[in-house]
C-alpha cells in the first residue's frame, strides 16, 4: 500500500489550503483515513478523520470549524480542506490509512497501519 499527500505550501494567515492523499496498492474503501500533522519539536497531533462511507468524521478541537476531511472511494483519495490557518498550523502534514470498516475513527497514530512521507504547511504572519 502507497500513500502520496500533495497539496502543502507556503500562505499566509487566513488563508486556505487543500490536501489530497492518494492511496494505492489496496482496495481504498476497506480503510478509515486520517490525517496527521507534527510541527518541528512537537509530538505528532491527530487532526481528522473519517471511516470508510463518509459517515463519520472526527476532529481536533484546534482545527473544529476549520478542517474539512472528505474522501472520494472512486478516485482512492482523502482530502483536507484547511480554511483560516493560521501560523500555528504550521506542520508537515500525513495521510494515515486504518485498515477495518469503523465508526470511531482512532485518533492514536499507533494505531494506523499505513502512512504517506508527508507535505509541509507554512503559514506565515
Known amino acids: 500500500v502507497q500513500l502520496q499527500a500533495s497539496g502543502g505550501g507556503l500562505v499566509q494567515a487566513g488563508a486556505s489550503l487543500r490536501l489530497s492523499c492518494v492511496v494505492s496498492g489496496r482496495t481504498f474503501i476497506t480503510f478509515a483515513m486520517a490525517w496527521f500533522r507534527q510541527a518541528p519539536g512537537k509530538e505528532r497531533q491527530f487532526a481528522a478523520g473519517?471511516?470508510?462511507?463518509?459517515?463519520?468524521?472526527t476532529y481536533a478541537d484546534f482545527v473544529k470549524g476549520r478542517f474539512t476531511i472528505s474522501r472520494d472511494n472512486a478516485k482512492s483519495t482523502v482530502s483536507l480542506q484547511m480554511d483560516s490557518l493560521k501560523p500555528e498550523d504550521t506542520a508537515v502534514y500525513y495521510c494515515a490509512a486504518y485498515r477495518g470498516f469503523v465508526t470511531a475513527i482512532p485518533m492514536d497514530g499507533d494505531y494506523y497501519d499505513f502512512w504517506g512521507p508527508g507535505t509541509q504547511v507554512t503559514v506565515s504572519s
Open positions: 473519517i471511516n470508510w462511507n463518509s459517515e463519520h468524521t
